[in-house]
């Protein structure tokens, strides 16, 4: 069994699926290379197929890989089978065994390693305690809330004292509110027992608010690995920054370029933009998230002039559809008190009007 590391070092892990009747072969992994040290929270991020399970069931042991290797330290961890790489791992739907109690439900990793009854009981209490669920350890699952047997999951994962926690989705069952608070409680019990997570899902504020890093994933490949500040605000190609909601994107022409700082202008929009990538081609896709336009009252730097198509009311602040002088139509958040028809004055600073090379975004805009 693996026990407590200073490093996990994943070093081009590729999973591909055999050719099938009528189906192809698939890379569903495509050489996902990283280190994760002993105490962060990685989260795996990227829309439905893009690989995510497919990299936690490679790491804890339930798929084979294809090519590449993964290291606890200077052991080879790859070649081990599930059980000897002794990793917690929390599902979506919990899995818990429903005729068994809540206690015995967590006691069973230890059963199966063979810990004496004493030691067991007082590591299922010291679990459910981390869990806030000891109250409840008599009842069967079915008794038990959504969250509440997430918690149950949770606890079954660490009562083994994992040196990492594989966690697949846990949250997706669950209502908004009670996702919310969960995730608090999941932040709550990493941090308590200082050891490495690593955890799938495609909802960004999910990844952004527990992660240390973050794995953004497309077709099998890491788009970016950073941590969720950098990701936000530097996406690190277009389809990290579509996925981190840049609605707006827009081809325009190359001026001028000075360093990162680039000139662009287009369809009735000149502005200063940030240069992402190197812009080779004349051409840079535009990228600017809705909420970081100001509304102002007289043209400034980086401003333009518009008109508002639509409104939508989201009650902390509006969605405003519009339209700049050139036809283009761009989506606005903002707290000004704007209506259809009016004439509006938009700002934007320049590092958050990002461009991007048009070449990698071919074929990807709608
Ligand atoms: P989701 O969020 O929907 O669970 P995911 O990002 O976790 O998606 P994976 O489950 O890792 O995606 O699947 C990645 C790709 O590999 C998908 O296109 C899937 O269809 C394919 N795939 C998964 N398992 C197999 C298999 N056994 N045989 C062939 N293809 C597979």
């Known amino acids: 069994m693996t026990s407590d590391f200073s490093e996990l070092r994943l ?40 690989g995510k399970s497919t990299a936690l069931n490679c790491l804890a042991g339930l798929l084979p890989l ?7 330290d200077d052991t080879r961890i790859d070649v081990l089978p599930p059980e000897k790489r002794g990793f917690g791992m929390v599902f979506q739907n919990y899995a818990l065994f429903p005729h ?48 509440q047997q997430q918690r149950v999951a949770i606890a079954r994962a660490i009562v083994i004292e994992p040196p990492l926690v594989l966690m697949d989705e846990p ?61 936000y605000a530097e996406p690190a190609n277009l389809d990290v920054a579509r996925f981190m909601g840049y609605r707006n994107l827009v081809e325009l022409d190359v001026r001028s370029e000075s360093g990162a700082s680039v000139q662009l202008a287009g369809s009735g929009l000149a502005l200063n933009a940030r240069a992402m990538q190197p812009l080779a081609s004349g051409k840079a896709m535009l990228a600017i998230r809705p909420e970081e336009f100001d509304v102002v009252s007289s043209p400034v730097d980086n401003s333009f002039a518009a008109r508002v198509l639509n409104v939508e009311y989201c009650g902390h602040d509006n969605i405003v559809d519009v339209e700049v002088a050139g036809g283009l139509k761009l989506i606005v958040r903002t707290t000004a008190r704007l209506r259809v028809g009016d004439p509006v004055m938009l700002a934007i600073a320049p590092d958050k009007a990002l461009a991007y090379s048009v070449d990698a975004a071919a074929g990807m805009v709608p």
């Open 11 to 50: 070093d081009g892990v590729t999973r591909r699926f055999a050719a099938g009747k009528g189906v192809q072969s698939f890379t569903a992994l495509n050489a996902l290379t990283m280190t994760v040290k002993r105490g962060e929270f990685i989260a795996l991020l990227g829309p439905s197929g893009c």
């Open 66 to 72: 294809t090519d590449g290797g993964i290291w606890l």
């Open 171 to 231: 949250l997706s069952n669950l209502d908004a509110k009670l996702r919310l608070e969960m995730r608090a409680e999941i932040r709550r019990i990493h941090r308590e027992l200082g050891r490495s997570t690593i955890y799938v899902t495609h909802d960004q504020d999910e990844a952004l608010s527990l992660a240390d890093r973050v794995v953004v994933m497309k077709d099998g490949v890491a788009q970016q690995i950073a941590e969720p500040q950098r990701i």
């Open 100 to 147: 068994m109690s809540v206690a015995r439900n967590v006691a069973f990793g230890l059963a199966m390693r063979g810990v004496p009854a004493a030691e067991s009981a007082q590591r299922v209490k010291r679990a459910l305690d981390l869990v806030q669920l000891n109250s409840q350890a008599h009842k069967l699952p079915g008794q038990l809330s959504g969250g």
